[in-house]
């Protein structure tokens, strides 16, 4: 399983981007899907997932009510679409796919807030 993000850049506060992972290769079961986020000197967090089973979605305290997780089942393809960006929100943001045969990361990309 490959996964590959794209949408990240540079953006003003207050302003919206959407991230995209588009997912290839055969996968088994796939449990769950999320977006984690890494700032510099921090550790890796949640940002949002969904329970693949259920379609339950879980989003961190710091960004709810603004970003939206979603995936195109036709297209392999998670989304995640972030508005009212604040400069707290900068990181490389990563998706991921939690399945029965493993767990899967994408490379990364980069957004950055500023004010």
């Known amino acids: 399983v490959q996964l590959v993000e794209s949408g990240g850049g540079l953006v003003q506060a207050g302003g919206s981007l959407r991230l995209s992972c588009a997912a290839s290769g055969s996968t088994f079961s796939i449990i769950g899907i999320g977006w984690y986020r890494q700032a510099p000197g921090n550790s890796r967090e949640l940002v949002a997932a969904i329970t693949v089973d259920s379609g339950s979605t879980i989003y961190a305290d710091s960004v709810k009510g603004r970003f939206t997780i979603s995936r195109d089942n036709a297209k392999n393809t998670m989304y995640l679409q972030m508005n009212s960006l604040k400069p707290e929100d900068t990181a490389v943001y990563y998706c991921?796919?939690?399945?029965?045969?493993?767990?899967?990361w994408g490379q990364g990309t980069r957004v950055t807030v500023f004010s």
């Open positions: 991921n796919e939690n399945t029965m045969s493993g767990n899967y």
